[in-house]
């Protein structure tokens, strides 16, 4: 399985989601991939933003060697599942989206927990209290993944 997570900037959210599903797939010995994207552009090349990092560092989750890149089309052939933060994400994702099969592998990431509830993760980029729940949303939700693929 090759999941893709992706939110805005790819330095706060999607950053911290490969790190925790990277850490779940090394816990439960899958044989899965993940990566991580922005559907913008402004941060490419960067790391995550040091709020992250810290964040994700207070869990026990390394993030501080990714470099933020962008959505791009090719995404849609080389991973199965594509998980978006927000609606925002989710409809700029689909718009690129060249196929019906393409279109299926997209969803909000916390649908999985709370599926069909469109439920978006917060950007926690201007509210910094937002960091530590937003972190523990996406585990309960890449727990889930792990949860129902096994
Ligand atoms: P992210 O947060 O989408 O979770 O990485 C953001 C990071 C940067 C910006 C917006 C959201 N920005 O506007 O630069």
Redesign the pocket.
Known sequence: MKILMV??????????AEGIMRDLIRKNNLNWEVDSC???S??IGEA??KR?QRTAQSFGVDITSLR?RQFSIADFNEFDRIYV??TS?HQNVLKMAPDEQSRQKVDLLLNSCMPGENCE?A????DESLFIP?YKQIEQACQKIIESNR
């Open positions: 939110c805005l900037g790819n330095i706060c959210r999607s950053p911290m922005g559907t913008g402004w941060h995550p933003d992250a933020a933060m927000d994400n993760v950007d926690p980029w201007f937003v």
